[in-house]
T-cell receptor, first 112, second 118 residues
Framework: KAGVTQTPRYLIKTRGQQVTLSCSPI?????VSWYQQTPGQGLQFLFE???????NKGNFPGRFSGRQFSNSRSEMNVSTLELGDSALYLCASSLILGYEQYFGPGTRLTVT | AQTVTQSQPEMSVQEAETVTLSCTYD???????LFWYKQPPSRQMILVIR??????QNATENRFSVNFQKAAKSFSLKISDSQLGDAAMYFC???????????????FGKGTKLTVNP
């Protein structure tokens, strides 16, 4: 069974632009969570989705948004990029709520 | 809000030796889950071990075991017979139970970088 996949793996954007990151969960998994990882702040929760509904959102500005599709694939969008948005963005999926989360390899976003 | 603290930014161990990574957490909940995740240099986060707070027995997965002290809010990871492949960042994480809103949100510590010396 294929693991969690994230595309693209690397991305370079300019300040002010917007970006969309994609996450495909493990087949059959319905829950998807997103995390931002930076050297300074560590791993921080962005949001989670279950059955196309956002269940929880972390303490991030409204520039960060996401959605989940009927096939459980998820996207996150960051608008008006800032230098501080440079980070590794990790996606994790789980079968149903309460089960172990499996992480993808991440998308490395660099904002210049 | 829950917090997770890993007081050892870096640790090193000789191959075949045993090492213990520390983790403490703060919560007012009585039921919750604790995890140790491993993130090798390739960056893929891997679940190492999981502990349910209502279970008194410490979780064990092959060479990995935990020392869960609920009253002290401590959750340390012991790696026995360390191998070169154990070198990675190790993150301790906390999650509330499903009864608390059903969130999947993990609260992570800052991590401990483990080096294994041959």
């Amino acid at each position: 069974k294929a693991g969690v996949t994230q595309t693209p793996r690397y991305l370079i954007k300019t300040r002010g632009q917007q970006v969309t990151l994609s996450c495909s969960p493990i087949s059959g998994h319905r829950s998807v969570s997103w995390y931002q990882q930076t050297p300074g702040q560590g791993l921080q929760f962005l949001f989670e989705y279950f059955s196309e509904t956002q269940r929880n959102k972390g303490n991030f500005p409204g520039r960060f948004s996401g959605r989940q599709f009927s096939n459980s694939r998820s996207e996150m969008n960051v608008s008006t990029l800032e230098l501080g948005d440079s980070a590794l963005y990790l996606c994790a999926s789980s079968l149903i709520l309460g089960y172990e989360q499996y992480f993808g390899p991440g998308t490395r976003l660099t904002v210049t | 809000a829950q917090t997770v603290t890993q007081s050892q930014p870096e640790m090193s161990v000789q191959e075949a030796e045993t090492v213990t990574l520390s983790c403490t957490y703060d919560t007012s909940e009585s039921d919750y889950y604790l995890f140790w995740y491993k993130q090798p240099p390739s960056r893929q986060m891997i679940l190492v071990i999981r502990q349910e707070a209502y279970k008194q027995q410490n979780a064990t997965e092959n060479r990995f075991s935990v020392n869960f002290q609920k009253a002290a809010k401590s959750f340390s990871l012991k790696i026995s017979d360390s191998q070169l492949g154990d070198a990675a960042m190790y993150f301790c994480a906390y999650r509330s139970p499903e009864t608390q809103g059903g969130s999947e949100k993990l609260v992570f510590g800052k991590g401990t970088k483990l080096t294994v010396n041959p």
